[in-house]
């Protein structure tokens, strides 16, 4: 319910800008790309930032020569890989048939890695500068961004993974007994879903805008989008979660929903991109409006405002 009253707002605000802009304005098909990671820290082991992009349209009502609001709808993609060279996990679990007092299961993992899959919609909602630089523009935006989980998946490799169970009762370790699930697992592999919290980040761009004809131009430039929020949910899970009624099937959770020894893996997650942006922006009909001159030009109607 939260999520559409905030796109239903982000669409009402498109719609007023619209209606109340009194110069020309803009629709663009933009794209971006470089690196696009969840941005975190882990306890242990170590996380590394991987490439991605995003893809979308934009609209952009100016309200004067120089500025102007611009929102629109985009699609996001983050990617992320996380590795683990050896760790020892134990957590309390229930007690397997057959065997008394609380129950211990004890995990040995080697050469764990984890790649994480993300992609958000992305509402923007940015104030746009633009000034003269020659025949062209220099351009500027800055705001905020929406980013609601559409896809959030995690893939996990593991070379192997040895379990034993530990009873408070007898004092032992329970070991080689497959029929509780206790052994030794080679070249593990699991996947599922990331449960992600809706994120809002500062939004910024700053590039060149060329003229390519009458109405039309080209913005070429770069762009950041820093997570403002923690998108991880609160609860967390063992790492390794051992079912005494199927005990051969466990549950392998992804690292950025587990705890260790009663603390996250991670500390706060937060979408990060830093990149190249292109846009081809279409120029549409409004009030007309003449700049300065540029270095000594007879002044011309300015692009953006139904004619360059």
Same mark, same amino acid.
């Given at each position: ?12 605000? $498109? ?22 990671? $969840? ?87 940015? $104030?746009?500068?633009?000034?003269? /630089? ?66 809002? /980040? ?25 997570? $403002? ?80």
């Amino acid at each position: 319910m939260n999520q559409m009253k905030q796109i239903c707002l982000i669409i009402g605000l $498109l719609i007023g800008i619209h209606a109340q802009a009194q110069y020309s304005s803009e629709w663009d098909i933009n794209m971006g790309g470089g690196i696009s990671t $969840l941005n975190y820290q882990a306890s242990t082991g170590s996380a590394s930032s991987g490439a991605g992009g995003s893809f979308g349209v934009g609209y952009t009502a100016f309200f004067s020569y120089q500025w102007g609001v611009t929102t629109g709808l985009a699609m996001g993609f983050y990617n992320t890989s996380y590795t683990l060279e050896n760790i020892r996990l134990e957590y309390p679990a229930a007690v397997p048939a057959g065997l008394q007092g609380n129950f211990y299961l004890h995990a040995n993992y080697e050469a764990y890695e984890e790649k994480q899959q993300t992609l958000l919609f992305q509402f923007p909602v940015m $104030l746009q500068y633009q000034a003269p /630089l020659g025949s062209s523009f220099f351009y500027l935006g800055a705001g905020i961004k929406i980013g609601v989980p559409v896809s959030a998946t995690y893939n996990q490799s593991v070379k192997s993974i040895t379990t034993s169970g530990y009873s408070d009762y007898t004092a032992q370790e329970y070991e080689n007994m497959p029929n509780h699930g206790f052994d030794t697992y080679g070249n593990v592999k699991s996947s599922d879903i990331l449960a992600l919290n809706i994120s809002g /980040l500062l939004a910024l761009e700053s590039g060149i805008k060329w003229k390519i004809s009458r109405k039309n131009a080209l913005y070429t430039g770069i762009y950041l989008d820093y997570g $403002l929020n923690n998108v991880q949910k609160e609860s967390l899970r063992d790492f390794l979660e051992y079912k005494p009624t199927n005990s051969s099937d466990y549950q392998y959770n992804s690292m950025l929903q587990s705890q260790m020894d009663g603390n996250a893996f991670t500390n706060k997650v937060i979408p990060f991109a830093l990149g190249i942006k292109i846009k081809l922006a279409f120029g549409s009909g409004g009030k007309k409006q003449r700049h300065p001159d540029i270095q000594g030009a007879k002044p011309e109607p300015l692009l953006g405002y139904m004619e360059w």
